[in-house]
Structure formats: structure tokens, C-alpha cells
């Protein structure tokens, strides 16, 4: 008889595991797998390394390692070694046996047909779930904030989807991409340090700054204030200690760094940036959804943590409404409702809506693809069954 099921969100930077008796991930682990590498200035005889290491066991050591991410702009693009990790997020994390939880899988948009067979293949036949189901992480983020109609605007580490939903139907032909996210934001501040005269070279130094990244980084609510006050001033200056003793002062960066979120031309991109692709894709839906989209927009994903981010994308969205749908007219705008949402918990928002999901649905059987069904009637009928990858 199978028991608790087992909740699964793999993204491009972290997974997180668990059992759906808890509302938060069991374990929140980097999603990647490293491999030893000789360095002309490291001797190996400093750490203890196996030929393949993954998740947290990367990173005492990452500085030996050459690092892959099996997950890229949230699709899994080598399964080899993301089984590598899965494999030790059951045995070694969750110490489970296998064939007594079903599993439910947390779906990233846009995901190609090939990967959802993959996904049934590698979870029935090498990891032997005994029962498997899969929902795209947009309807999980709904649930979680008990919506049925909403905009989910989802920001990792890999990438950023905004998708429009209308009574539980994701409307994927309206789903906006931008392929700018943390890791972006990340690389923007060692460049911006970089040009400050401070050095970073090694895996490790890139942690650091992402943890600097975490730490002090934030939206600004008007760029061309904010870039003054740091010209002028040192408002903004903070200081933050390195592992190795180093000070690294952080003033404008701390702001300039996440503003590629919204400005995607200052990394030389051509495309829109956040609030003008949330502002889009609103637009593009129906006319007469159009207002219920506005007033339930909600922000979830590790990089959706940036204080200020709910607040500039409803301010910029406000902008848009009143210039581009009310000709200017300021004082229709006190009648059009347009809601940001940003729970607390919005970094595990899909993850929670998948526990709810897993404990609504575990004694319904017609939620959950079986490994019988998978032997007898094949993968192509059982994908069918979640309907069309989104």
C-alpha cells in the first residue's frame, strides 16, 4: 500500500524535496553535479573528492569541481545526471523506499513531449514509483494562493514565465518568456564589482557574490534617483566581509544589478523587460478577462525576493493602464483595480501548492498515472491523461 506521497520541484539553480504531510520543502538542494578538475594553483590533497559528486556535496569543495546544471531555463537537458542527483535525493535526503510513495512532479512551462516520456520512463523504470503525477507549476502557484484566475509571474534561477490562467486553464498560447533570472542578476553584480576593481574567478567567488546578491540587492522604485543618490552619496554603501577576509563595499550595484529584470538592454539584450512582457501578456488575453487578470497578479520563484519588485512592477503596470488603455484619464484609474501579490513564502509557492495538490488527490486514482498503466497501455496514452504539456 503506498503512503505519503513524495513532492518534487525541479528547478534550474535548486530542487526541493519531501514528503507532502509538510508545506515546505523537507530539503531545498542546488540542482547540480560536479566533477573533479586539475588546477595548476589547487592541490587535491586539500579535500576529499569522489569521481561524481552532486548537490550539497558540491559545495565544500566546488573549487575542484567542474560544475554542470542538468536543468537549464527549467527543462531538464541531461537526464543522465539529473538521475544522478535524483537518485541521491532519495537514498541519501529523503531515505525512502521508492515503491511505497507516489510522486507528484512539478511541470515547467512549455515543457517538450519528449521530456514529459522521459519523465515517466526515468521515474517508473529506474526509480520505480509505483505512481506518478505531473502539474504545471503555474496552477500549482494558483492553488497555493486559492485562485482559480490569475497571471503567475515566476522568477528562478534559469528563467522567468509570466502565464495567464482562467478558471484552472493555463492559456499557454499567452505565456510570455524571458530567459533573464537570477543567475543573470547574478553575473551582472560580479560584473559591476569587477569594474570596481575587485576580482572574482573561481566557482566559489560566483556563490559568494550570489550570496551577496541575496543579501543586498533589491528593486529600485526610480533608477535615475536612485543612480544619483549613489553618485553623490553613500547612502547606499554596505559593507560585506568575504570568506576570505576581504571587504567588498556594495553601493549602487546593490539596485543596478537587479534592474537587467526590467531593463534587459543594459546586458545588450533586445527584448522586453518585466513589467512591459506582464503588461503584454494581460493585454493579449480576452477583452473581458482582462480586469480579473489585473486584479490577481501573483509573484512567486526565488527571484521574486527582491524588495521592491511587487512594488515596482504594480506601479509600472499603472503607468501602462492609465497611458496606453485610459488615454490618461487619472480618475478611471482609481476604478481599475490592479493587484500585486507577493506572499512570504513565495520562494516555495509552487512547492506548496503541490503538497495540496498531492494530499487533495493521493486516494484519487484517476489523478495519477500507474506503472501498470505505463506496462500495459504505454507512455504516450499517460501523458495524454495530464493533458498537453503547457
Not at 503555474?138 to 503567475?152: D, E
Not at 522567468?160 to 518568456?177: F, K, Q, V, W
Not at 520562494?347 to 500507474?370: C, D, F, H, P
Request: charged share 25%.
Amino acid at each position: 500500500m503506498s503512503t505519503t506521497p513524495v513532492v518534487l520541484d525541479l528547478g534550474t539553480g535548486y530542487l526541493k524535496a519531501g514528503l507532502s504531510s509538510r508545506q515546505i520543502p523537507d530539503f531545498v538542494l542546488q540542482n547540480t553535479v560536479g566533477r573533479p578538475i586539475l588546477r595548476s594553483d589547487e592541490s587535491f590533497s586539500k579535500a576529499k573528492l569522489k569521481d561524481i559528486m552532486v548537490c550539497d556535496e558540491t559545495y565544500p569543495v566546488r573549487q575542484y569541481l567542474d560544475l554542470t546544471l542538468p536543468v537549464e531555463h527549467g527543462i531538464v537537458k541531461n537526464w543522465e545526471d539529473e538521475a544522478l542527483v535524483l537518485d541521491y535525493v532519495f537514498k541519501e535526503k529523503l531515505k525512502i523506499r521508492n515503491e511505497d510513495h507516489p510522486l507528484l512532479i512539478t511541470e515547467a512551462p512549455l515543457n517538450p513531449k519528449d521530456n514529459r516520456k522521459k519523465m515517466c520512463e526515468i521515474f517508473f523504470e529506474q526509480f520505480n514509483f509505483p505512481r506518478l503525477q505531473v502539474c504545471p507549476q503555474a496552477l500549482l502557484v494558483l492553488y497555493a494562493q486559492g485562485l482559480m484566475t490569475g497571471v503567475v509571474v515566476d522568477s528562478g534561477d534559469g528563467v522567468t514565465h509570466i502565464m495567464p490562467i482562467a478558471e484552472n486553464y493555463i492559456l499557454s498560447h499567452l505565456t510570455g518568456r524571458m530567459d533573464i533570472s537570477g543567475r543573470d542578476v547574478t553575473e551582472q553584480l560580479v560584473k559591476l564589482l569587477t569594474l570596481r576593481g575587485y576580482t572574482f574567478h573561481k566557482t566559489s567567488d560566483f556563490d559568494v557574490v550570489r550570496e551577496i546578491k541575496e543579501q543586498l540587492c533589491f528593486i529600485s522604485a526610480d533608477i535615475d534617483v536612485d543612480r544619483k543618490i549613489a553618485n553623490e552619496t553613500t547612502t547606499f554603501v554596505v559593507p560585506y566581509k568575504l570568506n576570505d577576509g576581504r571587504i567588498v563595499k556594495v553601493s549602487g550595484e546593490r539596485f543596478e544589478a537587479p534592474e537587467i529584470l526590467f531593463q534587459p538592454d543594459l546586458i545588450g539584450l533586445e527584448c522586453k523587460g518585466l513589467s512591459d512582457l506582464l503588461f503584454d501578456t494581460i493585454m493579449k488575453a480576452d477583452i473581458n478577462l482582462r480586469r480579473n487578470l489585473f486584479e490577481s497578479i501573483v509573484v512567486s520563484g526565488g527571484t521574486t525576493m527582491f524588495p521592491g519588485l511587487s512594488e515596482r512592477l504594480q506601479n509600472d503596470l499603472k503607468k501602462s493602464v492609465l497611458t496606453k488603455v485610459l488615454g490618461g484619464n487619472s480618475k478611471s484609474l482609481e476604478s481599475y483595480k490592479i493587484n500585486v501579490e507577493d506572499p512570504p513564502n513565495r520562494r516555495y509557492l509552487v512547492y506548496l501548492g503541490a503538497t495540496i495538490l498531492a494530499n487533495l488527490t493521493e486516494n484519487k486514482s484517476q489523478q495519477w498515472a500507474t506503472k501498470q498503466d505505463y506496462n500495459e497501455i504505454g507512455v504516450d496514452r499517460i501523458i495524454a491523461k495530464w493533458g498537453s504539456a503547457q
